[in-house]
């Protein structure tokens, strides 16, 4: 078990040294890109609005060198990695320890210049995420939390607190570009008066914003990893909830019955996934404040 690298006598050490790593990836491989990226630098993978670039696969190279080194014997599920490979994805079935790397998140904003993108890293072992950074480096943002010991950013305990029944609920949903016909539908029940859903930017800094208590809830269709596993850990230990619509925790090594809530409070994520499954008032999900992945 590699509980002790987080929690034990030399966690503070630890948990510096892997936000210095973060850190040193953004400054080394994105940042010196940000608004500076030339056209052959930015690749479709799957479609026009779905984008890679020379920074996301560069960082995610120096994260997977550094945290590897930083923990040996430990492996990595990287955005990028999987897109090569998808037998990668295995790893998060296996003993070792896992990091989960998005080394840009929010792609499409980082190539339009938006400060609006992350880096996001996850230390999970057998199916359980111990630990998680979210890093906002055009907007000097450094969240962190660990498992039953709290979410910071920069350096400030996160509580994100229970929302207001009486004020419209706003909830980030997946991009309409990424959706299926019954995803669609599913996030089409959330058009209901007091909810105000949007497309979501970046899902790393919805998670925050979650964790922040500054937006209700996220709902999402998708399952990639790299994208929840740091945002699911913020939010929980922040005092959110989530669950997917089966009422079951979100599992980041897949099989998940989707689409998925987490919230600033378990009753809003009750309030989202009743929403989300076409509930009649009183057929509650079940889901419990800090439930996480």
């Not at 105000?196 to 914003?209: I, K, M, T, V």
């Amino acid at each position: 078990m590699i509980g002790d690298f987080v929690t034990g006598a030399e966690a503070a050490r630890n948990l510096s040294a892997i936000e210095e790593a973060v850190r040193k990836a953004a400054a080394a491989e994105i940042m010196p890109r940000y608004r500076q990226l030339a056209a052959h630098e930015i690749i479709e993978k799957n479609g026009p609005h779905d984008l890679v670039t020379v920074a996301d696969r560069l960082a995610e190279e120096h994260l997977t060198a550094s945290l590897t080194t930083l923990l040996p014997g430990s492996v990595v599920v990287g955005e990028e990695a999987v897109h090569a490979d998808p037998a990668v994805l295995g790893a998060l079935h296996g003993d070792a320890p896992v990091w989960i790397i998005d080394p840009v998140d929010g792609t499409r904003q980082f190539v339009h210049g938006d400060p609006g993108f992350a880096t996001l890293v996850a230390l999970a072992e057998q199916g359980e995420v111990l630990a998680s950074w979210t890093y906002a480096p055009a907007l000097d943002q450094m969240a962190v939390a660990v498992r039953g010991r709290g979410a910071y950013l920069n350096g400030e305990r996160l509580h994100s607190g229970s929302a207001d029944p009486d004020a419209v609920l706003e909830i980030a949903t997946s991009h309409p570009d990424f959706t299926s016909l019954e995803e669609d539908q599913a996030f089409a029940r959330l058009v209901v008066s007091g909810v105000a859903p949007r497309p979501c930017g970046s899902a790393g800094l919805e998670y925050l914003h979650v964790a922040q208590g500054v937006l209700g809830a996220v709902a999402f269709g998708w399952e990639n990893p790299w994208d929840h596993a740091a945002g699911l850990l913020l939010v929980a230990e922040a005092g959110g909830a989530s669950a997917t619509v089966a009422g079951e925790p979100f599992r980041i090594a897949g099989g998940n019955t989707l689409p998925f809530t987490a919230a600033r409070d378990a009753a809003t994520a009750r309030r989202v996934l009743d929403l989300l499954r076409g509930a009649r008032p009183g057929d509650e999900a079940v889901v419990e404040p800090g439930e996480e992945p």
